[in-house]
T-cell receptor
Framework: DAKTTQPPSMDCAEGRAANLPCNHS???????VYWYRQIHSQGPQYIIH???NNETNEMASLIITEDRKSSTLILPHATLRDTAVYYC???????????FGAGTRLTVKP | DSGVTQTPKHLITATGQRVTLRCSPR?????VYWYQQSLDQGLQFLIQ???????AKGNILERFSAQQFPDLHSELNLSSLELGDSALYFC???????????????FGPGTRLLVL
C-alpha cells in the first residue's frame, strides 16, 4: 500500500490560506488521494478527494502534482473552527478500507 | 451532520464484560464500516459490511464481532473486554456497490468506551 507523509503540526493565522502538504511518492496509477479532518474527538469529516486533476469544492482545494507524488490541501480562508487534525489518505480504486496515519494537527490562531 | 448515527455516545463498563455498539448508516447507504481510535494506535479499520454481508476485515480482534441487519443498521459486539479496549469507536457508511470500489465514507460521531 502507498504510504503518506505529513508534517505533524502546522500553524496558520485566521483569515489566511492554510496549505497542508502530503507526500505520497509511492502512489500507484489507480490510487486516489483523500483528505479528511477530525475536530477534537468528533468523527472524521470528509473534505475532498482526487486522482490526478486539481479539485475544488466548498470546503477546500486539492492540488496534486503532475507526477502525483505529492499533494496540497488548501483551506482558502482559515477560521478558528478549522483547527483540527488533517489526514491525507491514499486509497486503491478497488479497496474500500482506509488507512489513517498520524495526520497534521493544524492550529488556526487569531 | 453526516447522517450517520451511533448509540450510545458514552459507555462505561468493567473488564470481562460484553457490550454492543449500534450504528445507523446514512439513508440509502448499503456499506457500513467500523473503526477503532485509541490513543496509541490512531484510527484503525476494523471491518466492513455491504448489504448484510461481510466484505472486508482489518485489524479486528477475535473477541470482537459485527453484523449488519436487513434494515442496514449495524452492531459491533465487543466481548471479554480488557482495559486496552478503551477507545473511540466510529462507524462510517458509503453508498456501496456490488463490486468493491473506493467510495467516500461518512463518519458518525462515535461511541466512547471506557473499560475499568
Amino acid at each position: 500500500d502507498a504510504k503518506t507523509t505529513q508534517p505533524p503540526s502546522m500553524d496558520c493565522a485566521e483569515g489566511r490560506a492554510a496549505n497542508l502538504p502530503c507526500n505520497h511518492s509511492t502512489i500507484s496509477g489507480n490510487e486516489y488521494v483523500y483528505w479528511y479532518r477530525q475536530i477534537h474527538s468528533q468523527g472524521p469529516q470528509y473534505i475532498i478527494h482526487g486522482l490526478k486533476n486539481n479539485e475544488t469544492n466548498e470546503m477546500a482545494s486539492l492540488i496534486i502534482t503532475e507526477d502525483r507524488k505529492s499533494s496540497t490541501l488548501i483551506l482558502p480562508h482559515a477560521t478558528l473552527r478549522d483547527t483540527a487534525v488533517y489526514y491525507c489518505i491514499v486509497r486503491p480504486y478497488n479497496n474500500n478500507d482506509m488507512r489513517f496515519g498520524a495526520g497534521t494537527r493544524l492550529t488556526v490562531k487569531p | 451532520d453526516s447522517g450517520v448515527t451511533q448509540t450510545p455516545k458514552h459507555l462505561i463498563t468493567a473488564t470481562g464484560q460484553r457490550v454492543t455498539l449500534r450504528c445507523s448508516p446514512r439513508s440509502g447507504d448499503l456499506s457500513v464500516y467500523w473503526y477503532q481510535q485509541s490513543l496509541d494506535q490512531g484510527l484503525q479499520f476494523l471491518i466492513q459490511y455491504y448489504n448484510g454481508e461481510e466484505r472486508a476485515k482489518g485489524n479486528i480482534l477475535e473477541r470482537f464481532s459485527a453484523q449488519q441487519f436487513p434494515d442496514l443498521h449495524s452492531e459491533l459486539n465487543l466481548s471479554s473486554l480488557e482495559l486496552g479496549d478503551s477507545a473511540l469507536y466510529f462507524c462510517a457508511s458509503s453508498v456501496g456497490q456490488t463490486v468493491p470500489h473506493q467510495e467516500t465514507q461518512y463518519f458518525g460521531p462515535g461511541t466512547r468506551l471506557l473499560v475499568l
